[in-house]
Each structure stands twice: as structure tokens, then as C-alpha cells.
């Protein structure tokens, strides 16, 4: 599963975040494929709304399969594996004959084999060099040859982490190591993997601590525990919380209502409501009296008291005394500093502060953003622009809309048209296009008509269209190659706009990459998964068929490990090769 506060990816049976400390309540513990299920379609809305459906390649469900299925249904995430017997290689295709296929790709050659031919019930990517697969309800491991490594005894088992893999015998848990021995025989009620040498363990409903030899270094006595974090870990007994060392000595007594984990040497508690730091000796630092309190960042912390927010630095000195208005509704929007600025609201209006308080931005404005690359978008009487630190307009408020600048490029928009401008204001392509996203890789995706039939191409940073807008989807680059989307096939294009792999497959595989609604990755070190008439393979830049099309499912796309593979009902695994 994943931290409902900062997203960090967590075990299913974590309380608190590692990464931010935060304390789950049970109801926003959702699993990992919840959360994965959630975030495509969340991408596939918003690509829909603005008209950027650059993500949907659903297309080929239609024509090949009968039916529709939904984007999260195509990429849903299960368990795969193979094994070895007679090796399955693909002929090697020459420089020469590559040369013939494309002029403008690099050329590389990759031989493709089944490891572990497909019959396994379930299985799991490989981790440390081993994966775990099922059989017949049972669960075991094999290595990366195909060799089942110890017996498949286990009614559940997970990846190793630190040479060491948990499995469950009979209702308990236990550790074993790669070669299959027991290290720690399944004793323990619920067990968590190995982090910094220590696995926390629970026995009669109490938690405590093992090393890799199996020795309780902590004896399970705590109602609840975490992870450690820079040498200290939270315990919790009788409803109270402290920390204790690596080697159980308690260092803060429990005694605190609600804690968060050591970062850059101070934690964050709760005591009688109010709250404040303390140091790795149980030293109050801040003291208590704040409603809330952040994480300290560019050495300030915001900090709430009444309804109102201010800052504290890590003497607990009161940098700015808490004045400004607090919405607890935005409170991860609110107050930070970027740049040394921090956006605030005083009286409905937005303005900036520095680090020691000084209004350096008059509260003029009716919302504001945080500084990147030196500017600000702000709102005013409906329309928006951007400021410097000095607060002098560089671009008027005078659009509708304007995007953060992505390289020394902004997306505004006026009067239903997209356009670009650079940081001095000039509009650099006029807004005349009805959709847009931002510069990627020295291109931007652009589209002329509606939102239904509107077609997509890609214009350069002085406006010349590289690619005329005539694809019914087109996403950016991903490795020199972009895909796009003719009537109800996907294919590619290179920069010059060359179809170097034809619109014809019903689905290619792709990660959302983070810059903008038609940002995905596509190919990983050369590859791309594609379908064709519900079979899965593989194709290399020219478009060559490196694995055939002939699965019926894979997992993840290629990192140079193993790739679960499924025939029928069977997994296994198969191996790509860079020669």
C-alpha cells in the first residue's frame, strides 16, 4: 500500500509512513494495486477533460476483443514466472538489414529465450536474485536459472530484502535465506523485512526486534513499533510513544501522545494536544504549545496556533509569529518556502514573505503560486500572469490560464486558444491552437479541433510544426520515439515525424511520466510492450518483434531482469539480451 500523506510505498501491514512518519488509520490503509488502479484512471480523467487523451490506448479492445475494457483493466498489475529446458532464441538480425528498417535509430541487436517455461499458478518479479512463484497452493523460490531453490511448503511467502525472505508455515513466520535454510523458524505471529539489520517481530500481540540470526535484540513487549530511521525507532506502550536504540535501550521514554520519525536530527510529538520537537536525547527543543506542525523546511517549520500560521527555526525561536490565516484544507500548499519565499494570505489577498518575515510581496493578489525558476503566476480580477521575487509584473495578468514554465516555456491560454510565452512575456507561439501541453525534450504536443475529433502533432520552441496536427492521440518522446494513434492503431514516430513503426498494434504499454498530461514512457532500454489481437511481445526501436506476440499477459515493462510471462493459466519468465 501507499502513504495516504506523502505517497511513499509501504507494506500492508505498516502503520506508519518511513518516509514521513505519518500514522495510518486504518480506513486509508488501500492496498497498492487500489492505488495504482486509482492514479491511471485519475490520469485518464484528467487527459479526457482537457482534451489531451493521450493516455487512453483502449482503442484496439474494440476491433480485436469484442468488448471495452478499462485503462486500469489493461494495465492491472498480477504475478508472473518460466523455466528452463530447451532455450527459445530469436534469429539474429544484421546491421545491414537493421540499416534497411530505419536510418535515424541506433541499432541494437537482442537475443530472447524462456528461462522458466509457463507453469507456475502465480509469481512475483525477481528480487536479490530470487523471485517467488506458487504451485499447487504452495509457495517457494526459484533463482534467475529456473531453479526451484528449497521445498514449496509455504502457505505465503515474500521477496527477500537483505539476503533474507520471510515466509509463513502453518500460520507463523519466520526467515529463510537464499539457499532455503530457516534462519528464523516461522514462530512469530506477523514479521516485517529486514531494514538496517533489524526485522521488527510481533508474538502474543506484543512487537519487538530480531537481527539476522534470528536474536530478539528488542524481546516483543511494545503494543506497537516502526522502522528505524537515523538510529532510532518509534515504540509504543500503553497508549503512550518514545524511541529506543539498535539495542533496545529506550533513549525517549513512551510517554508522548502522537510521534513522527527522527529527520535531520529532531522529531516532531504530541502531548496533551499541543505540539513540539525534540532532539535524538529526549530534549524538548520546541517547546509544547503548538496546534499543529511541519517538517522543517529550508531550515523554517511552519507552525499553527489558533487558527493562524507562522514559522519557527530549529532553536524554536519564532521566526514569524503565527498571523497568517490557516486553511487546514490546503495544508500541504500552504506557507512553504521555495526560493527563499514563502506565498501567504492576509486579510483574502496573497502576497510573499522572506525568512525573516518581511513582506517583500504586497498582499494584492486574489491566489498565488510557489517561485520556480524565479517566477510566480498570480491571480488577479480573474486573470493571471507572473512575478519575480521583486514582485515586478514580468507578465501582466491578461490571460485566462498560464502554466508553470517548463523549459524557459509557459502554456497560456486566451479566449479558448493555447499558445507559449518565455520569461520576458513574449509570446513566443501566439495562443491559436485549442489544446496544448508543456515543452518536453525541446517539443510540445499541440492539437487544432474539438475535443472529439481534434487531431494532435508537435510543434518546435520557435512554433514551426514538426509534426502537422493528424493523429487522433499523440504522447511526447520516450527514447527518440513518440507514440501516436490513427483511428484504432498505435505505432510511432521519430522527431522528424517519420512513421518509423506503422499504426497498427491495438495497445502499447506505457508509465506516466510525470511532465504533463501527454508525458508517458514507452520504450526501456530499447523495448516497448505491444499487443496485437490479445497477444503480447515485445518490438525494438526499427519494430522489430524481439519477443513474439504470442503471450497471453506480462508484467512490468523491461528492466534487464526477468519478465513474468503467461500462457493460458501458467506463468513463467523470459530473458531479453543486449548483444
Not at 538 to 554: N, S
Request: proline share 4%; glycine share 10%.
Amino acid at each position: 500500500m501507499f502513504c495516504t500523506e506523502c505517497g511513499n510505498k509501504m507494506e500492508e501491514e505498516d502503520v506508519f509512513c518511513g518516509q514521513c512518519g505519518y500514522r495510518l488509520q486504518p480506513a486509508q490503509q488501500a492496498s497498492a494495486k487500489t492505488i495504482l488502479k486509482k492514479s491511471i484512471l485519475s490520469i485518464i480523467v484528467a487527459v479526457c477533460v482537457l482534451a489531451i487523451g493521450v493516455l487512453s490506448f483502449t482503442l484496439a479492445q474494440k476491433a480485436e476483443m469484442g468488448k471495452n475494457t478499462s485503462p486500469s483493466e489493461l494495465i492491472d498489475i498480477q504475478r508472473p514466472e518460466e523455466i528452463v529446458e530447451e532455450p527459445i532464441k530469436t534469429p539474429r538480425v544484421s546491421q545491414d538489414e537493421l540499416s534497411e528498417l530505419s536510418g535515424n535509430i541506433t541499432h541494437v541487436t537482442y537475443d530472447y529465450m524462456e528461462v522458466v517455461q509457463p507453469k507456475y499458478d502465480h509469481v512475483e518479479r525477481f528480487s536479490e536474485g530470487m523471485a517467488v512463484v506458487s504451485l499447487d497452493g504452495k509457495w517457494g523460490y526459484i533463482d534467475e536459472n529456473g531453479k526451484e531453490v528449497g521445498p514449496f511448503i509455504y502457505a505465503d511467502a515474500k521477496n527477500h530484502s537483505e539476503g533474507l525472505a520471510r515466509v509463513n508455515l502453518d500460520g507463523k513466520w519466520g526467515f529463510i535465506d537464499k539457499t532455503g535454510k530457516e534462519v528464523v523458524p516461522p514462530k512469530y505471529d506477523e514479521t516485517h523485512t529486514f531494514s538496517e539489520g533489524l526485522a521488527w517481530v510481533s508474538l502474543d500481540g506484543k512487537w519487538g526486534f530480531i537481527d539476522k540470526t534470528g536474536k530478539e535484540v528488542v524481546p516483543p513487549k511494545y503494543d506497537e513499533t516502526h522502522t528505524f530511521s537515523e538510529g532510532l525507532a518509534w515504540v509504543s506502550l500503553d497508549g503512550k510513544w518514545g524511541f529506543i536504540d539498535k539495542t533496545g535501550k529506550e533513549v525517549v521514554p513512551p510517554k508522548y501522545d502522537e510521534t513522527h520519525t527522527f529527520f535531520e536530527g529532531l522529531a516532531w510529538v504530541s502531548l496533551d494536544g499541543k505540539w513540539g520537537f525534540i532532539d535524538k536525547t529526549g530534549k524538548e527543543v520546541v517547546s509544547f504549545k503548538y496546534d499543529e506542525i511541519h517538517s522543517f523546511r529550508e531550515d523554517l517549520a511552519l507552525v499553527v496556533l489558533d487558527g493562524q500560521f507562522g514559522y519557527i527555526d530549529k532553536t524554536g525561536k519564532e521566526v514569524v509569529p503565527p498571523k497568517y490565516k490557516y486553511d487546514s484544507a490546503y495544508r500541504h500548499k500552504i506557507g512553504e518556502f521555495h526560493e527563499g519565499l514563502a506565498r501567504v494570505s492576509l486579510n483574502g489577498k496573497s502576497g510573499y514573505i522572506d525568512k525573516t518575515g518581511k513582506e517583500v510581496i504586497p498582499f494584492i493578489y486574489d491566489s498565488a503560486s510557489d517561485f520556480s525558476e524565479g517566477l510566480a503566476s498570480v491571480s488577479l480580477d480573474g486573470k493571471q500572469g507572473f512575478i519575480d521575487k521583486t514582485g515586478k509584473e514580468v507578465v501582466p495578468p491578461k490571460y485566462d490560464y498560464v502554466d508553470f514554465f517548463r523549459e524557459g516555456l509557459a502554456r497560456v491560454s486566451l479566449d479558448g486558444k493555447w499558445g507559449f510565452i518565455d520569461k520576458t512575456g513574449k509570446e513566443v507561439m501566439p495562443p491559436k491552437y485549442d489544446g496544448a501541453c508543456g515543452f518536453f525534450e525541446n517539443l510540445a504536443v499541440v492539437m487544432l479541433g474539438d475535443s472529439e475529433t481534434g487531431k494532435w502533432g508537435f510543434i518546435d520552441k520557435t512554433g514551426k510544426e514538426i509534426v502537422s496536427p493528424k493523429y487522433d492521440i499523440i504522447c511526447n518522446f520516450s527514447e527518440g520515439l513518440a507514440v501516436v494513434v490513427l483511428g484504432e492503431k498505435v505505432g510511432f514516430i521519430d522527431e522528424t515525424g517519420k512513421e518509423i513503426i506503422p499504426c497498427k498494434y491495438d495497445f502499447v504499454d506505457f508509465v506516466y511520466g510525470g511532465n504533463g498530461a501527454s508525458s508517458v514512457s514507452t520504450f526501456s532500454k530499447g523495448l516497448a510492450k505491444v499487443r496485437l489481437s490479445g497477444k503480447w511481445g515485445y518490438i525494438d526501436k526499427t519494430g522489430r518483434e524481439v519477443v513474439p506476440l504470442k503471450y497471453d499477459e506480462m508484467l512490468y515493462r523491461f528492466s534487464g531482469d526477468l519478465v513474468p510471462v503467461r500462457l493460458a493459466e501458467k506463468w513463467g519468465y523470459i530473458s531479453i539480451t543486449e548483444q
